[in-house]
């Protein structure tokens, strides 16, 4: 029998697990976007672009600018970002690695446009899991909201400078603008929308089965509960 901390614990634990689960999620549909190569997400557009300019793999990339992402909100919030923006960006950027090693490319515009639809579903379905366990925002999150805090703008008018500055810079670098690129930007706010109530009733769901089972064990079962052995014994 479990006790009460041991639980809590496991409950942490399992919503870890289903961050990190969310975060391989979209690492694969990052990889497969590039794969169908018919444009990328903006920040994909600019690690594509460092890429074809400086080497190193996107992963790698990823990585880099993500630790330049955290250092910056860290500046501007006087804060130091929470542990989730780290393993978001160690995971995300060695993930797409992996994946992209798996992936072959696509072929034919028919099948490239099939990978490019399936990716973008994909990457909705991992950022909706990787957000309902709240466990941190990543890098780009935390200094989108950073700068909303600092600039007084709303939050979709920070994030949409911040897109247009990325998509601009990886544009400029060779990285790959397309149709995949327009699908993205206008389609992926409407499939987080749809995806994420259903990963964070999930969540919630796994989580409530924890406590209800943890109820059982919050006292200690008496041998004699449920045969009417104490009244006999008085």
């Known amino acids: ?37 018919l444009g990328s997400a903006p920040w994909d557009v600019l690690h594509i672009g460092l890429t074809m ?12 600018m993500g ?6 909100t860290a500046w501007l919030t006087k804060e130091w ?22 992936i072959p490319p ?6 490239q446009l099939i990978a490019l639809i399936v990716s973008i579903i994909i990457i909705g379905y991992g950022i909706g899991l990787y ?9 780009r999150d935390s200094l989108m909201l950073a ?13 949409g400078g911040m897109e247009i500055l990325v998509l601009t810079a990886g544009w400029l670098l060779g990285g790959p603008v397309f149709l995949g690129t327009v699908l993205f930007c206008f389609g992926i706010g409407t499939i987080v929308g749809f995806t994420l ?10 989580l409530e089965r924890g406590i209800r089972y943890e109820n059982i064990h919050e006292r200690a079962l008496r041998t004699y509960h449920h045969d009417g052995a104490r009244e006999k014994i008085r």
Not at 53 to 64: A, N, Y
Not at 106 to 111: D, Q
């Open 147 to 159: 700068i909303a805090e600092k600039t007084g703008w709303k939050v979709q008018y920070a994030r």
């Open 131 to 139: 957000i309902a366990p709240n466990c941190g925002a990543g890098p």
């Open 53 to 64: 300019q400086f080497g190193l793999t996107v992963g790698s990339w990823s990585i880099i």
């Open 81 to 102: 970002p929470q542990l989730g923006a780290f393993v978001n960006m160690l995971l995300v950027g060695v993930f797409i690695d992996i994946f992209l090693w798996m």
């Open 1 to 37: 029998m479990l006790s009460e901390t041991e639980w809590r614990t496991k409950r942490l634990l399992l919503r870890w697990l289903i961050f990190m689960i969310g975060l391989i999620v979209m690492s694969f549909g990052i990889a497969l976007m590039i794969r169908a190569n």
């Open 197 to 206: 109530p259903q990963c964070k009733a999930f969540v919630d769901y796994l």
């Open 106 to 111: 696509f072929e034919g515009f028919v099948v």
């Open 67 to 72: 630790f330049c992402i955290i250092g910056l």
